[in-house]
């Protein structure tokens, strides 16, 4: 499966998500290649991903390389970084068929991986188009409270244009709740809005849902894999929590 992470909103934990699920499926047995589509370059950093003078997803998208030159397998799992020449990509890529580079540049290897999981930017320019493009479903990650029905809309019509034009198959897999904070009490008008605004767009929200934990900024610091070295975190169970209905929604 090729999943998206995606969510134009910044600060909603797509790269942290997407780290925590490659690693998750990646200690399951899977094998998993995660794909650094944002600029800020923040998941191939939280892995040690070599960013400088190798061979990046800019140079794929742009044709430059093969996808085999790009892939760097590390212990936390597969990745093609990214670094912050990306960025240049969105006005760079301009001929016709650039939704489909990343699509096209994965048909070779796809066929290796359970999962291709891709963390992606806080826009919905040529990069998450170009994602949407390749992948199978996309997973939302939205924290309480922002999760406002003009954002979704502008999410919901990228999505409607990447399936009319570019891919008919693309499912909304749904929404994943983060930076929780279970303290505040306005948590239940919280997951009743965020239901109602699913139902907007036909996508179902998890009930796992991802508390605040200063571990998650510290694993990312040092480099750490969530469930390895924290295993007893709170938010180490509430990712594996939503693993396994995530993996039980495929069933
Ligand atoms: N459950 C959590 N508890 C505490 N901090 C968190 C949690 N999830 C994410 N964060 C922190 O929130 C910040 C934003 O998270 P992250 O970078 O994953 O979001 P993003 O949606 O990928 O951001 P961007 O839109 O900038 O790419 C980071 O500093 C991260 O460490």
Known sequence: MILSVAN????????TSTLA???????????????DLDPQGNLSESVDAKQIEVPTVYELLKEEITVREAIQSLNFFDIIPSNIMLAGAEQELSATGKEYRL???????SIEYDYIIIDTPPSLG???????TASDEILIPTTPG????NGIEQLNNTIKNVKKYCNQNLKINGILVTRFNPRANINKSIKELTENLAEHIGAKVYNS?????????????????LFENYKSA?????????INEFLGEQL
């Open 209 to 225: 849902y991802i508390r605040n934990s200063v571990v998650i900024e510290e694993s990312q610091a040092n480099k750490i894999n």
């Open 21 to 35: 699920i490659a690693s998750r499926l990646k200690q399951e047995g899977y094998k998993v290649l995660a794909i």
């Open 8 to 15: 134009q909103k910044g600060g909603v934990a797509k790269t």
């Open 126 to 132: 040529i990069l998450t188009v170009n994602a949407f």
């Open 103 to 109: 699509k096209e540049a994965l048909e070779s290897i």
């Open 234 to 242: 709170t938010v180490t169970s509430d990712y594996s929590n939503f």
């Open 146 to 149: 922002i999760f406002a029905v």
